[in-house]
């Protein structure tokens, strides 16, 4: 536990994926802060993208995982793609970024895509510092959608508690 989550609810998830016959999974992390749980937990293995867009961990929690030239060893060389933006990022920049993350799914051909979603990323949090605006979480998981592939989308963070409810709508009409 490093201070967010007590289970991590997305590698069980993959976990049970991969037992259940899955060949691969995707994990695409959208959430403000870094998924370093996750990342450790699949660090070594190649059966498990990790693809993590978050706040750069030089100025931001978790400040030790996170950084781009984390990339996975061993078997899992390669499988853990670690995309840090700097505290004001808003959509353009953020777009563009999740481009390049969404790039890389299809080239390992999950038969899952796991979506941790947080919105934290939301302009009016309280404790993260991107500038997300509600109805540009639509177009979030619409780019998500387009990769056409089984997705299981589980709720992180967010604590701008009067918009949450607002911030995954968008998301979930989205996609």
Known sequence: MGGYSYLNTVAICAERAL????GRVAILDV???HGN???DIFYERAEVLTLSLHADPSTDYPFYWGHADETGTGPGAGA????PMPRGTGWADYRATLTEAIGRGPAIAPDLLIVPFGAET????PISFFEIESAEYSEMATMIAALDLPTLICMEGGYAIEALGDNVAAF???F
């Open 19 to 22: 037992a259940r016959g899955a």
């Open 31 to 33: 959430d403000y802060h």
């Open 37 to 39: 749980g996750t990342q």
């Open 80 to 83: 853990a793609l670690n995309l």
């Open 122 to 125: 939301y302009a009016g949090d």
């Open 172 to 174: 979930l009409a989205g």
